[in-house]
């Protein structure tokens, strides 16, 4: 079974740093996404990206945070200065073309910001 | 704004019984709902998606209906047992690129 992977599992860093999620889709599936989720919260829409550019984004994609598909196969989340309320599991999706198809979901980075 | 509800938001059953975990959503124009499981800590786990031309999907012992003019859908895990403590998401999707609107689930222990 074709699976979504996501490197690292866990990280921690200082606030205000950047960090880096990384991404490895379904190799035939050509629509994106970053959700996350705050402990004990709904899981969230950040982005989606399609056709090597952001089709949409969420009010809580702001600038500190940026996606980018640098080779035909990873798929990042860069957070340019990580505050304490970014402390969240961050999961990446992907799908196929159709619409019809379901989604499906890496194993999470969890993020914590000291 | 597509909206998603589920009850019981958690529930505690003796192993063997049958789990009925209930989804609503707001905005019936929807071509399909996706049910996850999500252990502690962990990832989503795809579990069924159902087709809006559908009425139900069957997987195992598990079974999802879909009324999509009233919004609602059920998740039905037949004979529970102490691995299915989860909990389960509904997921539908929301807004023109499809993204998704999430339940806050349904958290499910089953004792042994």
């Not at chain 2, 975990?21 to 709902?33: K, P, W």
Request: net charge negative.
């Amino acid at each position: 079974e074709p699976e979504v992977t996501q490197t690292p599992s866990h990280q921690v860093t200082q606030m205000g740093q950047e960090v880096i999620l990384r991404c490895v889709p379904i190799s035939n599936h050509l629509y994106f996404y970053w959700y996350r989720q705050i402990l004990g919260q709904k899981v969230e829409f950040l982005v989606s990206f399609y056709n090597n550019e952001i089709s949409e984004k969420s009010e809580i994609f702001d600038d500190q945070f940026s996606v980018e598909r640098p080779d035909g196969s990873n798929f990042t989340l860069k957070i340019r200065s990580t505050k304490l309320e970014d402390s969240a599991m961050y999961f990446c999706a992907s799908r196929g073309e159709v619409q019809g198809y379901g989604y499906t979901f890496g194993s999470g980075t969890r993020l914590t910001v000291v | 704004k597509q909206e998603v509800t589920q009850i019981p938001a958690a529930l505690s059953v003796p192993e063997g019984e049958n789990l009925v975990l209930n989804c609503s959503f707001t905005d019936s124009a929807i071509y399909n709902l996706q049910w996850f499981r999500q252990d502690p800590g962990k990832g989503l786990t795809s579990l069924l998606l159902i087709q809006s031309s559908q009425r139900e999907q069957t997987s195992g012992r598990l079974n999802a209906s879909l009324d999509k003019s009233s919004g609602r859908s059920t998740l039905y895990i037949a004979a529970s047992q102490p691995g299915d403590s989860a909990t389960y998401l509904c997921a539908v999707p929301a807004g023109g690129n499809n993204r998704l609107a999430f339940g806050k689930g349904n958290q499910v222990v089953v004792i042994p």
